[in-house]
């Protein structure tokens, strides 16, 4: 995507505030259901993800085979410098899950050392509980 007009950078500014505690651009358009911003740069044009028209803009194409990680973990943050063109696999191992915060299973085992179980689908299990 080339370089905005001053017309539609002028109008993609008019989108975002920033966030004095964080310093992100905090899109206040169009969300995703998944809380990722979105635009059209003009009209009859397709809407956008606004993060990637920004990342675009200011620092020039995403690499091939490559997306963007916010390392601000913020989705709707456009802040240029707060993306990071990442592969698909670290994209997904940087994601905070709740499920990898967890240090014990419902029933109260740790998940650690000989009593951690991986499953093939990359869930931890408690061998503990497995046992019962």
Request: proline share 8%; hydrophobic share 25%; charged share 30%.
């Amino acid at each position: 995507m080339p370089l905005l007009s001053y017309g539609a950078l002028a109008r993609f500014t008019r989108m975002w505030r920033e966030d004095p505690d964080t310093g992100c651009w905090l899109w206040i358009g169009e969300l995703t259901p998944n809380g990722y911003g979105r635009w059209r740069t003009g009209p009859g044009k397709p809407r956008e993800m606004a993060y990637r028209v920004s990342y675009e803009h200011y620092v020039g194409p995403i690499p091939d085979g490559l997306e963007l990680d916010h390392l601000c973990r913020t989705r709707h943050c456009v802040r240029y410098d707060h993306l990071e063109p990442v592969t698909g696999a670290e994209n997904t191992r940087r994601q905070d899950h709740a499920e990898r915060r967890k240090t014990h299973c419902p029933k109260g085992h740790p998940y650690e050392g000989d009593n951690l179980y991986v499953g093939p689908d990359g869930r931890r299990r408690c061998r503990e509980c497995r046992k019962r």
